[in-house]
């Protein structure tokens, strides 16, 4: 197995590592089924119950055909019938807590799915020669839970460039473990680098502590699934 994050750092399709302005990183190994531990990350509806930092999501818009792209090579997969599944295309706002000492206080994160995979749906909109190079990701399809989303509008459209990734990597039948990271560039990255760059890595870990926590519960309740 090798080190995670790799010492080079972090990439994504839309903010490469040369681009990188700030990258935010976090990971748990997590005693839960891989696929039950991305259904919390993918169920919006579930973020009440165990993230500390982004309590509520809203979807603003779902993909309109019943079958929906899930990479760029254009294969596609059923639409889910859970409307607060995140889904290649979905539009969702973020409500972000950044300060636990206030926690009526959140900002609002306008984000679009870029891409979904799973072991049984597998999508190349990370390409094979990439996956193979760049050790930012997994690249075996067949063992990591994927999604990924970036800025859609608001102060994104005016100078900040950010993609955030999440896999859920398979390690045994009980067994997975969670990296998530973002990669920002562009003009306003320099100031959310100087105001939030300790907060936000303090954030993603603990948003790693939270999502180990809840699966792990649900595991042992033996919840395989999240209801819907």
Same mark, same amino acid.
């Given at each position: ?13 839309? @903010? ?87 926690? +009526? +206080? ?43 989303? +970036? ?40 100031? @959310? ?18 999502? +180990? ?16």
């Amino acid at each position: 197995m090798t080190s995670w994050p790799p010492s080079e750092g972090l990439s994504t399709p839309t @903010v490469s590592r040369a681009s990188a302005t700030l990258t935010t990183s976090g990971s748990a190994f997590i005693s839960a089924p891989a696929q039950l531990v991305f259904s919390l990350v993918i169920d919006t509806s579930t973020y009440p119950s165990w993230s500390s930092f982004i309590p509520r999501a809203t979807i603003r818009s779902q993909p309109s055909s019943r079958e929906t792209p899930s990479s760029t090579t254009g294969r596609s997969s059923p639409k889910d019938p859970n409307p607060a599944t995140l889904q290649p295309g979905t539009t969702f706002t973020y409500h972000v807590r950044m300060s636990p000492s206030s926690p +009526k +206080k959140l900002t609002d994160t306008p984000l679009r799915v870029t891409d979904v995979s799973t072991p049984e749906r597998q999508s190349e909109y990370i390409p094979e020669e990439v996956r193979r190079e760049d050790e930012s990701y997994t690249e075996d399809l067949g063992a990591v839970y994927r999604v990924s989303w +970036k800025g859609d509008g608001g102060f994104f459209a005016r100078g900040l460039q950010t993609e955030r990734f999440t896999e859920v990597i398979v390690r045994s039948e009980g067994e997975c473990e969670v990296r998530t990271w973002e990669v920002m560039g562009g003009v306003l990255a320099r100031t @959310v680098k100087w105001m939030y760059k300790d907060t936000l890595s303090k954030r993603f870990e603990e948003w790693c502590a939270d999502l +180990k926590s809840e699966g792990e519960k649900r595991a042992r309740d033996g919840r395989g699934e999240v209801e819907e």
